[in-house]
């Protein structure tokens, strides 16, 4: 699902991301760790198609992000589930808006969105929300807002940057759950964090450790 | 086909999400737009004028003194039929010697050439100048005079044809230059606008990015906006000039001028809306390009 092969990528002089590599499969799960700095971020948004691959190979979802256009890229990000740490959702829209917006993007029909959008808001427990502007919900609703309109499109794959890095240690540990729900359904999940404590409750993922862009320690575990 | 008309009355409703930037964006755009169609009001009186008083050109046709009547008469019929033609005089030899003597107020007594009038046949004829090409014409029509049977000289005055043309291009060339300024303003200002609309909404563009918009999705709404913009500028600047023309029309239109100010053409309206909406289309366009 994922390859990544001795990438490397520079803000001018400074290396954010030094010869990476690693694999993923469909319904992987795989952490990011690192502290602040480390290139979490850099490789997230390399995987996503916002950074361009400077050196080295990496190929997401079957297509090789080296050669794939820009005018392509919608395409592949059509595929892909992004969360953030600081949630980036439309403060002034409804939060059913918020989640409907990948499948409004991509022309759905109205029927088609009020179905998905309702699916996913229920399993996340924001059905109660769902005609509330975001800016009047709480940092964890917002996150699970930003995490509704990931899963909406039934990614293959998920990339969350940080995405409990702004809640406190139980609503983490709850979004951990929704996470691992998604995982054990088939997505693949990239997910980055410098908190190890979030690490222990899933034994099965992979974890990537970086430090000033370069693979520190990579383990694997076996899925499931 | 859904998703494109949706994209289009986005555009449409999004300019009134910063309804402070839209109303100075339409206040440039109007203004600027009047002060052209001011200039083009201007343009289009002087032209009118120029034409009415000084469009008219003579050509005095001589013919030969031993030409015959009857080919001369024939020669008349013929040119009563040319175009743009508005008066015709004719004199035959005779009738021409009157003429002479009238001139000279009866001191001198030309009865004595009656019988054998040395002064030719002559034709006076009176032409409306078209709007284009004077001078050309002009060579045509001569050449057309010319070339009746026993014609021996035509004459007409092409310094009053140098006049008018030089008008007419002055008035030409003074608009353009001035009409590609206030073109680039207008320009200028929609561009900035829509690069003000962009700052505003980079937080959701930027999410509309990341959730797999395309770049049509992303920038539709914003062109169409640009060309919104450009056209209700149009619009309120053309009613504008409508309420200043309705108060100005009559100001001239006294003895002795006489010049009744010239509201704009249907076409120029026109395309003075399509050209406003053509900037504002570009303009968006530069702007999401350098965003």
């Given at each position: 699902m994922i390859h990544v092969q001795s990438l490397s990528y520079s803000f001018g002089n400074h290396w954010?991301?030094?010869?990476v590599s690693f694999s993923l499969a469909p319904g992987d799960f795989l952490f990011l760790v690192?502290?602040?700095?480390?290139?979490k971020t850099t490789l997230m948004r390399v995987l996503h198609g916002?950074?361009?691959?400077?050196?080295g190979r990496a190929e997401v979802a079957g297509v090789d992000l080296g050669k794939l256009k820009a005018g392509r890229l919608h395409y592949l990000r059509r595929q892909i589930g992004v969360v953030f740490q600081d949630f980036k959702?439309?403060?002034?829209?409804t939060v059913f808006d918020n989640v409907a917006l990948p499948l409004y993007v991509q022309g759905m029909k109205k029927q088609v969105i009020q179905h998905r959008v309702r699916a996913v808001l229920r399993s996340l427990e924001l059905d109660t929300k769902a005609?509330?502007?975001?800016?009047?919900?709480?940092g964890g609703e917002q996150q699970r807002v930003a995490i509704a309109r990931s899963v909406v499109i039934k990614p293959k794959i998920i990339l969350a940057d940080?995405?409990?890095?702004?809640?406190?240690h139980e609503l983490g540990q709850r979004l951990m759950h929704v996470f691992h729900q998604f995982n054990k359904h088939g997505t693949t999940i990239v997910f980055a964090t410098h908190?190890?404590?979030?690490?222990?409750?899933?034994?099965h993922a992979n974890i990537l450790y970086l430090r000033d862009g370069a693979t520190v320690v990579r383990e694997n575990a076996p899925y499931g | 086909m859904f998703q494109f008309l949706g994209l289009f009355a986005q555009g449409c409703r999004d300019i009134f999400r910063t309804p402070w930037a839209l109303c100075l964006t339409l206040a440039a755009v109007s203004l600027v737009t009047f002060l052209a169609g001011m200039f083009l009001m201007f343009v289009n009186t002087l032209e009118d004028q120029i034409l009415r008083r000084q469009a008219e050109v003579q050509f005095q046709v001589y013919w030969d003194r031993d030409a015959s009547l009857e080919a001369v008469h024939d020669a008349w019929q013929a040119m009563?039929?040319?175009?743009?033609?508005?008066s015709l005089r004719t004199f035959t030899p005779d009738a021409a010697l009157d003429v002479l003597a009238q001139a000279f107020d009866g001191q001198v007594?030309?009865?004595?050439?009656?019988?054998?009038?040395p002064l030719p046949a002559t034709a006076l004829l009176t032409f409306m100048l078209p709007r284009e090409d004077q001078k050309e014409w002009a060579r045509t029509i001569l050449v057309r005079l010319e070339?009746?049977?026993?014609?021996?000289k035509v004459h007409y005055n092409p310094l009053r044809i140098d006049v008018l043309h030089s008008w007419m291009q002055f008035s030409k060339k003074g608009f353009w230059p001035v009409i590609c300024f206030l073109v680039l303003v207008v320009g200028l200002v929609v561009g900035n606008t829509i690069k003000l609309a962009l700052f505003q909404r980079r937080d959701e563009i930027e999410i509309l990015r990341l959730v797999g918009a395309s770049r049509l999705y992303v920038r539709m709404p914003l062109i169409i906006g640009g060309a919104a913009q450009g056209l209700l500028g149009g619009l309120l600047a053309l009613g504008l000039l409508g309420l200043v023309h309705l108060g100005l029309?009559?100001?001239?239109?006294?003895?002795?001028?006489w010049v009744q100010i010239q509201f704009l053409s249907f076409r120029e309206m026109l395309g003075m809306l399509a050209v406003l909406m053509c900037i504002g289309t570009l303009s968006s366009f530069v702007a999401l390009k350098e965003g």
């Open positions: 954010a991301l030094k010869d690192g502290p602040s700095g480390a290139g916002s950074l361009p691959v400077q050196r959702v439309l403060a002034g829209r005609q509330c502007p975001c800016q009047e919900l709480s940080e995405p409990t890095g702004n809640l406190d908190n190890r404590e979030i690490l222990a409750n899933t034994p | 009563n039929g040319l175009s743009r033609l508005t007594d030309l009865k004595e050439f009656k019988k054998d009038s070339s009746f049977s026993g014609v021996s029309q009559d100001m001239l239109n006294f003895p002795p001028l």
